[in-house]
């Protein structure tokens, strides 16, 4: 049994090495540490600050075990990462650096993975907890939802478990209730204990009593837990087809996750790599353990080991994130920064403002005059926030656009996905560069390079210089006739729908979606296209040349604004953080380990300046004054602009 009977078979001419002989594909070297780790027999729990190349060193150690056989085919690697860009940045890396074996990588989320378990092998779950045709529905429950049912329960429960009922978190509920419950094959007994008690009554109410199941992705997980442990044939074929597994960004891992993890994989014949940094856990609110790396040594009995290069930031930013990262981990070893550096520029500095008003328009002119002496482009300044950056957007973005620069908000979301999810996704990719060569005859000479490599992945054509010729041939002729098309159809009067539908025809439907489901498990080609349209529609309504409007919804030389959050994993020249206030961070009395750790999260995206604003009175007395004292014992200077 087979659980990826879908992909081709090992192409032939891919070839192994020794692993004596082998080197690292496309960089220099490795430090010594990841050597060890990069060859490490066994599970490995490898810890890493920010800039030390986490993506960098999973994506070497897959090409490691793929070009010499470690891996040996038809076995497959599997790559959990917790955000779907991430998920989609960590497969185009190995598949540039070995495209001979890019097909047995296998990079998906969590939830993508553990979702397309239960949908694939749903008719195989223990008989009471089995949905009909009619399916699930997902639905994410507020806080006030869960008090309400827990009062519920609290009440009419069995007796003598009030008291325990009544002291549930709320807001943890999900995640260290029902996320670490495992769920029995007969769900008719009533469980001893208040907290099962508790789960127990959770499922009963929205999945085994309701005609249509509702879940999140806390009880899918469960599901998938159980649905392995209740059929060994699958679990077997699971390790088969997947004898190396890698998880990236484990400080981040759920009880219900690691569980999880423990149930398919934590058997002899498996080895399990987990990369992370306890400093970047930012994900408490969403049920991220309080130590997931050592619980990660403890149950699978992994080796650790620890990177402290950082390729990523100058030495004055590194020092910078030390002095942070000492304030979350006091025995934290300093980087190494493999940077190169720049001079002058201030690496770290605070700038206050009297209003937000003036505070874009002194950005808006800084980096303007910025990128005019320096010949950096506009997509090196990265902007970002706590929350609320859709508040701040309207008079950046218009201030900005007075100087010729654009303004992306990541955080934008088109029908269900992320503009920053969205534009990443080869599809979509695919489809601008099309609808980009079709709009602008010359000059695109890069585009066309990288279109025409996704249109040969998309068909299968990588390896025969012949089809791939033939694909250059369809390319341009394809593109030649959406010219035509597209100077018949003006911007003002034009369908967004018809542009995309048109775009699409570049490739047969069947094989999109095939080559949809084979990128990611929880994409679906319609859902893409309805994201895509409505980008498109709402950069339409500029009315300029299809040239620029193609230009605009790629927003590839723009500036970014995103929330500190969507920023993790990211990289920039220059990061503004932008309201270090109360306003921005009032969460800091409620968590300031969570908070601190956000904080660090934004100073550590920079490769050679972060600035700091404010704009509202008392910023350095109010409840964030321990960030502001950080940032003095690191010798930042303040300077306020009238």
Known sequence: MNLDDEYPEELAGARTVAPGLWRPTDIEDLEPTAWEALRHTGNAAVTAGP??????????????????????????????????????????????????????????????????????F?????????????????????????????????????????????????GRFLADTVGIWKLPLNPEEVPASAEEYAAWSWWQEQ????????????????????????????????????????????????????????????????????????????????????????????????KRFHLTWNFRSSAELVSAQHHVASKLDPAITQGVSK??????????????????????????????TDISSSGRSTSDFA????????????????????RGISLRNDDTTYGKLRLTELLKNDVIQLLIGVLQLAAEKFGLASTWVETQALLNRINGNEHSVREERTSADHLSAFTSDLRQWLRTNPVS????????????????????????????????????????????????????????????????????LMTIHRSKGLEYHTVIMLGLDDQQWWSYKKDSQEAT?????????????????????????????????????AGVKETHWN
């Open 51 to 120: 800039g030390a190349g986490k993506t960098e060193f999973l994506a070497q150690r897959a090409a490691y075990l793929l070009q010499t056989g470690v891996c040996r085919a038809p076995g497959r690697i599997l790559a959990i990462s917790y955000k779907r860009d991430s998920a989609i940045n960590l497969a185009r890396r190995v598949a540039a650096r070995v495209p001979d074996h890019a097909h047995r990588f296998v990079s998906l989320t969590f939830d993508a993975f553990t979702k397309g378990l239960v949908d694939r």
């Open 122 to 170: 749903a008719q195989a779950l223990p008989s009471p907890w089995r949905f009909d045709h009619a399916g699930y529905d997902i639905q994410f429950w507020y806080e006030r939802a869960v008090r309400d049912f827990l009062t519920e329960i609290a009440r009419n429960g069995p007796a003598g478990m009030e008291r325990k009922l009544y002291s549930i978190n709320a």
């Open 207 to 302: 999945y085994l009593g309701s005609r249509v199941p509702t879940v999140d992705f806390t009880m899918l997980n469960r599901i998938a837990d159980l649905l392995v442990r209740s059929n060994p044939r699958i679990a077997r074929a699971l390790r088969a087809t997947y004898p190396f597994v890698f998880v990236d960004e484990f400080q981040d891992t759920t009880s219900a996750q690691i569980t999880f993890l423990q149930t398919v994989f934590g058997h002899p014949g498996v080895d399990t790599t987990a990369v992370g940094d306890s400093k970047q856990r930012i994900m408490r609110f969403a049920g991220a353990l309080e130590d997931a790396m050592g619980r990660y040594e403890k149950d699978f009995s992994a």
């Open 339 to 368: 940077a190169k550096s720049e001079t002058g520029h201030v690496p770290l500095e605070i700038w206050t403002y009297p209003n937000e008003a003036r505070q874009s328009e002194h950005i808006a002119e800084w980096i303007a």
């Open 383 to 402: 902007l970002v926030a706590r929350q609320k950056v859709a508040d701040i957007e309207p008079t950046l973005a218009i201030a900005l656009s007075r």
């Open 493 to 560: 009067t034009t369908d967004p729908v018809s542009v995309i539908q048109r775009a699409t025809l570049i490739v047969e439907a069947k094989q999109l979606k095939a080559f949809v489901r084979s990128q990611h498990a929880g994409d679906d080609l319609a859902l893409l296209l309805e994201a895509l349209t409505e980008r498109l529609r709402a950069v339409m309504k500029a009315e300029r040349s299809w040239s620029q409007i193609f230009s605009d919804v790629a927003a590839q030389d723009a500036a970014t």
């Open 597 to 633: 750790s956000t904080f660090f999260v934004g100073l550590s995206r920079a490769a050679h300046r972060v600035i700091f604003t404010a704009t509202t009175p008392g910023h350095r007395t109010g409840g964030i004054r321990a960030l502001y004292e950080l940032l003095d014992s």
